[in-house]
């Protein structure tokens, strides 16, 4: 796993390895589609529980991406690794267009169920604090015009930002909301009837595999963005 | 076979999917083309033989 550290050889890995990660989003997405639209319509929430195929993943991805963004940012800040840095950069735009997603459907969701398309209770206002930590970090990366200065600052705020990861996932245990209590991840099992369950595990699937694929492929155009620099770099010396 | 009418629903359903897959063909999109331009760049800086 730390081999992979080395650019090198992370190039060399994840060359074969992010074609196929697309092709395994292509595919998942597809099929996951199918089921979502094969599913019957729920008893109580009609053919709305349709959102929640779309809203689920993009929230889990949401959060998972900050996670990824995180780690990532500790070993850029405590071992000055570029490859980290490379990897907590390629992981904020992905991870902002899921939060995003997951407040947008969330909304779309909640008017018809709950009669509203927005209310500060916890779980969604934390997911809206995660969204604007995302847009913080990338403003604040392309504020610096130092790159060595814009990973260390946007690394500390990386950090600080892990924070809110799990006031996010326990808000609804911790405090009375609107929003329902989880569903899918819990202690006792998942509560979903299985003709929900299959198509939700699809469109996660798809969701997990297109994200790797975003994200691989982007930490390998910033490895070869950092080679063309440090190329003009030398040829501006050289001249 | 797929059922597609949602109604009454409809205004909230087709929305929610139609936006996630604008958002993520988006982001898939910039990926690929942030991909494209610097591995074209990097080849053309290869080429001149820096």
Known sequence: MFGLANPQRFMSFTGPLTPVLWVIAAVLLAIGTWFSFVAPGDYQQGDTVRIMFVHVPASTLGLGAYAALGVSSFFALVFRHPLADAAARAAALPGAAFTALALITGALWGQPMWGTWWVWDARLTSVLVLFLFYLGYMALRSSIDDEARATRAAAVLGLVGLINLPIVKFSVDWWNTLHQPASLLRAGGTSLDPVFLLPLLLMMAAYTALFLAVWLSSIRTEIVRRRVQTIRARMALDA | ?50
């Open chain 2, 1 to 50: 076979m797929p059922d597609l009418d949602m109604s009454p629903y409809a205004a909230f359903v087709w929305p929610a999917w139609g936006i996630s897959a604008l958002v993520l063909g988006a982001v898939v999109a910039r990926a690929v083309a942030a991909s494209c331009k610097w591995k074209a760049e990097l080849k053309r800086l290869e080429e001149d033989g820096a």
